[in-house]
């Protein structure tokens, strides 16, 4: 059975840190590209950054503050999350393509998501 658990979210001030994380299970894992997205209330889910292989992506929201990357050994990808604004406010999810090129659409897998809230 695929599982993706993401964990780590929570609630922070404006300009601090959180760091999430994706376990993942059921499937061998760098044959995956993994994506983080966020959907903030009334919000449509967004892209957030994505790891494949070596290459990493970020929206342009994100650049420069949130880092994501994986630990093959624990089928595990990180999202470092620094310099947090309240409009970081959402539920992150992350979620597994079928192949390994990162792309925000055609997602096969997805966690159920953890909340993070960034008070101002």
């Known amino acids: 059975e695929v599982q993706l658990v993401e964990s780590g979210g929570g609630l922070v001030q404006a300009g601090g840190s959180l760091r999430l994380s994706c376990a993942a299970s059921g499937f061998t894992f760098g044959d995956r590209a993994i994506a983080w997205f966020r959907q903030a209330p009334g919000k449509e889910r967004e892209g957030v950054s994505c790891?494949?292989?070596?290459?990493?992506y970020y929206a342009d929201s994100v650049k420069g503050r949130f880092a994501i990357s994986s630990d093959n050994a624990k089928n595990t990808v990180y999202l470092q999350m620094n310099s947090l604004k309240p409009e970081d406010t959402a539920v992150y999810y992350c979620?597994?393509?079928?192949?390994?090129?990162?792309?925000?659409?055609?997602?096969?897998?997805w966690g159920k998501g953890t909340p993070v809230t960034v008070s101002s």
């Open positions: 790891i494949e292989s070596s290459s990493t």
């Open positions: 979620a597994a393509r079928g192949n390994r090129v990162c792309r925000y659409y055609g997602m096969e897998y």
